[in-house]
């Protein structure tokens, strides 16, 4: 079969189907190994849309597995996937991002989420969630307002999305509550010590009149 025929193609989406289908029952049936071979089979040599798929379940898979770092190369290498749907590149450099969220600093979330945080993004609300809570982490608070306070007026947005946004609203205005209270200042110890001793005052006698009392009799 001559290569780049239309026959060959055919054949390749067969085996690329056939090959999902029995990846995806190996998952199924625990054997993770025999599954994760089946899957990056297809991601490395199936075609396009195929190779996505078997990206994603791929992806799945070691996330489910504690392997995050190999997830997020694998999100990675989806978004960057030439012919691959536009919608399953932009959902793998949202799943790479949140991956990313424990480790990474601010300048990396806001690489990764940034093309994504458009208000026709298909994603862009969760977007513009993550880069406040990215913000919010580094102590940014008024670049997290920015992403975060459009979207508890946003009728579009999740009820979801607008409770966890308040959740992290609240935990900006503790924060900045907190960095603006002085603690009140102790005197030290020391200070009694070294104060000039007042002076002493003068002994009472017998014709000094007790206050409110013999004082005020004379008084007609």
Do not use: W
Request: aromatic letters at 4%.
């Amino acid at each position: 079969m001559p290569p780049g025929c239309p026959h060959e193609a055919y054949a390749r989406r067969q085996l690329s189907i056939r090959t999902l289908y029995v990846a995806e029952n190996l998952s199924d049936d625990k054997k993770k190994d025999e599954a994760e071979k089946a899957f990056k089979a297809i991601a490395d040599s199936g075609p396009a849309g195929y190779a996505a798929l078997a990206k994603l379940h791929l992806a799945g898979a070691q996330v489910k597995d504690g392997k995050i770092a190999d997830a997020v190369t694998t999100y990675d290498s989806l978004a960057k996937q030439p012919g691959a749907d536009d919608l399953l590149k932009s959902f793998a450099q949202l799943q790479a991002a949140s991956l990313r969220m424990a480790d990474a600093d601010y300048a990396e979330i806001q690489n990764r989420l940034t093309p994504l945080a458009g208000d026709d993004a298909p994603f862009g609300k969760s977007a513009r969630e993550l880069l406040g809570i990215a913000a919010y982490k580094a102590k940014k608070y008024d670049e997290a307002r920015k992403y975060l306070e459009p979207l508890l007026i946003d009728p579009n947005a999740s009820d979801a999305i607008q409770d966890r946004v308040k959740v992290i609203m609240a935990g900006i205005a503790a924060a900045e509550v907190a960095s603006n209270t002085v603690p009140p200042t102790t005197p030290s110890p020391s200070t009694s010590a070294t104060a000039p001793d007042k002076p002493a005052e003068p002994a009472k006698t017998e014709a000094q009149p007790a206050a409110g009392g013999a004082a005020g009799a004379d008084k007609k």
